[in-house]
T-cell receptor, first 114, second 114 residues
Framework: GNSVTQMEGPVTLSEEAFLTINCTYT??????LFWYVQYPGEGLQLLLK?????DKGSNKGFEATYRKETTSFHLEKGSVQVSDSAVYFC?????????????FGDGTTLTVKP | SAVISQKPSRDICQRGTSLTIQCQVD?????MFWYRQQPGQSLTLIAT?????????ESGFVIDKFPISRPNLTFSTLTVSNMSPEDSSIYLC???????????FGEGSWLTVV
C-alpha cells in the first residue's frame, strides 16, 4: 500500500529562519503530491501540489519539488514568519482506478518564535 | 472545480447515540472519500463510497460502526454509530477530479462526544 513519511516534529524556528520539512513517500503507482497546512483550531487548507516528476509547487513563499528518483517532496521556505506556525501535512493521492484516494503523513508542527 | 458542503459543521453528541454526517457535492463524482482526524492526529481514510455499491472500508473501520450511504453521484452520508468519547474527531468528505490531480475537501464535521 501507499505510505507517506514526514520528518518528526515539532520544529521550532526563529523568525526569518530557513525551513525544510522532509517528506518521502511509497506508492504503487504515480501519485500526485500535496502539502496541506492546518492552523490551530481550523480546517485543512491546501498549501501547494505537484502532479508530475520535477514539477515544483509553490505558494505563499513555500516550495516543494516532486522528486520521483528519490520519492520525495520536501517543503521549503526561505524566511518563515510567526504566522506560519501551524501543522503541515504531506500527502499523496492515487491516480487511475482509485483517483483521489489520499494518504497522509503524520504531520509536522511548526512553531516560529519572534 | 468542486464545492463540497458538509453538515453538521459542529455538534456535541451524547455517548451511545449515533450521528449522520451529510456530504453534498456540486458536481457528479465517481468516488467520495471519508476521513477522520482525531485530536492532534493526521487524517485517516475511513472508507471509499461508490454510487451503486457498498463502501470499501479501510483496515480498522467496520460498516457496523461507520455505515455509509451513496444514493447518487453528488451525495453521501457517514453515520458514526454508538458513539464514545474516542469518536470525538473531525470527519471530512473528499472528492477529486477524474485524474486525481486536484483534491477537494469539505470543511469538516467537528464532533465532540460527551
Amino acid at each position: 500500500g501507499n505510505s507517506v513519511t514526514q520528518m518528526e516534529g515539532p520544529v521550532t524556528l526563529s523568525e526569518e529562519a530557513f525551513l525544510t520539512i522532509n517528506c518521502t513517500y511509497t506508492a504503487t503507482g504515480y501519485p500526485s503530491l500535496f502539502w496541506y497546512v492546518q492552523y490551530p483550531g481550523e480546517g485543512l487548507q491546501l498549501l501547494l501540489k505537484a502532479t508530475k516528476a520535477d514539477d515544483k509547487g509553490s505558494n505563499k513563499g513555500f516550495e516543494a519539488t516532486y522528486r520521483k528518483e528519490t520519492t520525495s517532496f520536501h517543503l521549503e521556505k526561505g524566511s518563515v514568519q510567526v504566522s506560519d506556525s501551524a501543522v503541515y501535512f504531506c500527502a499523496l493521492s492515487d491516480r487511475g482506478t482509485n483517483a483521489g484516494k489520499s494518504t497522509f503523513g503524520d504531520g509536522t508542527t511548526l512553531t516560529v518564535k519572534p | 472545480s468542486a464545492v463540497i458542503s458538509q453538515k453538521p459543521s459542529r455538534d456535541i453528541c451524547q455517548r451511545g447515540t449515533s450521528l449522520t454526517i451529510q456530504c453534498q457535492v456540486d458536481s457528479q463524482v465517481t468516488m467520495m472519500f471519508w476521513y477522520r482526524q482525531q485530536p492532534g492526529q493526521s487524517l485517516t481514510l475511513i472508507a471509499t463510497a461508490n454510487q451503486g455499491s457498498e463502501a470499501t472500508y479501510e483496515s480498522g473501520f467496520v460498516i457496523d460502526k461507520f455505515p455509509i450511504s451513496r444514493p447518487n453521484l453528488t451525495f453521501s452520508t457517514l453515520t458514526v454509530s454508538n458513539m464514545s468519547p474516542e469518536d470525538s474527531s473531525i470527519y471530512l468528505c473528499s472528492v477529486s477530479d477524474r485524474a486525481g490531480n486536484t483534491i477537494y475537501f469539505g470543511e469538516g464535521s467537528w464532533l465532540t462526544v460527551v
